[in-house]
């Protein structure tokens, strides 16, 4: 199959598009505007294969996307373009709605014009709001409670308004926390292996006692993969990796991993409307055949190690603009935990 992958040069994007091509039996056109997570040195092993092209752009760029779709013949979509950082969107939550929704809703139409098979829209958990017991099924209704998750959910509600309307093939699948290698370092565990290579403070939010259930990048492109190519059209998929850790714990063990003291962690202040807990039922995904197979203990060490070991990816990223971002975000917080 011919398929476009959006944001292909970004963490789940680039493992996605290493796994289709791994199979040998697709083209993949990776269209990713490279804005500051995305990262084409994630594709270097697979840059130079016949199956696989990339091309600069932006989902929002209507007349772009439509040449692109024509000129590779795309009979595929799967839209991993996204705005994804809760404590950005708290920043500047214009930029999600543009590339959440307006994005999304520029691609499906573009998509739907040129006769695409199917349209796969990665989408999150967060949708569901904070879940303080149980599972969220698909059939839940969707609370979400960031700038990020309301984008998030005004992309997956287009997107399904599509198959209503237009019969055009859309799925949505809906992941959980994600973490492996090559992933941004201002997400919590890549953040945390990084700063404690470094000796430095390791912010817990509030109490440090919200949870996430922790789902390995490698299991959730195989769930994507599975509904791209099985799921019934119009139908969401959750995909939870059974992995519910609170975030002290992680800490604790990323710490162990390294052999660093527990004085690094800080207690600093919350983030603005922090969800206490996802938990997603993976039950429907599971119909299909998938279910993660990474273990928590055993996916989060070799984690550890890929940073140890890559030291040359992720250096020159928290050196530059990074540093900015970080002092915002932290730098008074920090200062307030002493
Ligand atoms: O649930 C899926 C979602 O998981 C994805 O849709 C999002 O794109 C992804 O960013 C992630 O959202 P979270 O907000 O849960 O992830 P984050 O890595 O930012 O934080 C994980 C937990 O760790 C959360 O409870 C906040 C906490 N945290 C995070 C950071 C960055 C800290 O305590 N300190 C930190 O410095």
Not at 72 to 98: K, Q, W
């Amino acid at each position: 199959m011919r398929i476009l992958v959006t944001g292909g040069a970004g963490f789940i994007g680039s493992h996605l598009v290493r796994r289709l091509l791994s199979s040998g039996q697709h083209q993949v056109v990776n269209f990713d505007a490279l804005r500051y997570s995305g990262n084409l040195t994630n594709l270097n092993t697979v840059s130079q294969q016949p199956g696989y092209a990339f091309v600069y752009g932006d989902i929002c760029d209507g007349a772009l996307v439509s040449s692109v779709l024509r000129q590779y013949r795309i009979e595929g979509i799967i839209n991993c373009a996204a705005e994804t950082h809760v404590d950005r969107s708290i920043l500047d939550p214009e930029s999600f709605a543009r590339t959440d929704v307006v994005g999304t809703g520029v691609l499906l139409e573009k998509g739907r014009q040129d006769g695409v098979k199917r349209f796969l829209q990665v989408s999150t958990d967060e949708v569901y709001g904070s879940v303080e017991s149980g599972l969220s099924t698909e059939e839940d209704r969707v609370q979400p409670r960031s700038p990020y998750s309301a984008s998030k959910a005004g992309g997956d509600f287009l997107v399904l308004s599509y198959w209503t309307t237009y019969h055009f093939p859309v799925m949505v699948t809906r992941g959980s926390n994600t973490y492996g290698s090559n992933q941004y370092p201002e997400k919590f565990i890549p953040l945390f292996v990084t700063n404690a290579i470094d000796e430095q403070p390791l912010p817990l939010y509030g109490d440090g006692q919200y949870r996430r259930d922790w789902l390995a990048v490698e299991d959730h492109c195989a769930g994507i993969e599975q509904v791209f190519f099985h799921g019934e059209p119009g139908t969401v998929y959750n995909i939870g990796g059974g992995n519910e850790r609170e975030n002290i714990v992680v800490a604790e063990e990323i710490l162990a991993y390294l052999g660093k003291p527990k004085s690094l962690l800080r207690f600093v202040s919350d983030r603005p409307g922090h969800d206490r807990r996802y938990a997603v039922d993976s039950g429907r995904l599971r119909q299909l055949g998938w279910r993660p197979i990474v273990p928590f203990d055993e996916g989060l060490r070799s984690t550890v190690q890929w940073y140890r070991e890559h030291e040359s990816w992720w250096r020159p990223i928290k050196s530059g603009a990074f540093r900015e971002y970080y002092e915002q975000v932290y730098g008074r917080r920090l200062q307030q935990a002493g």
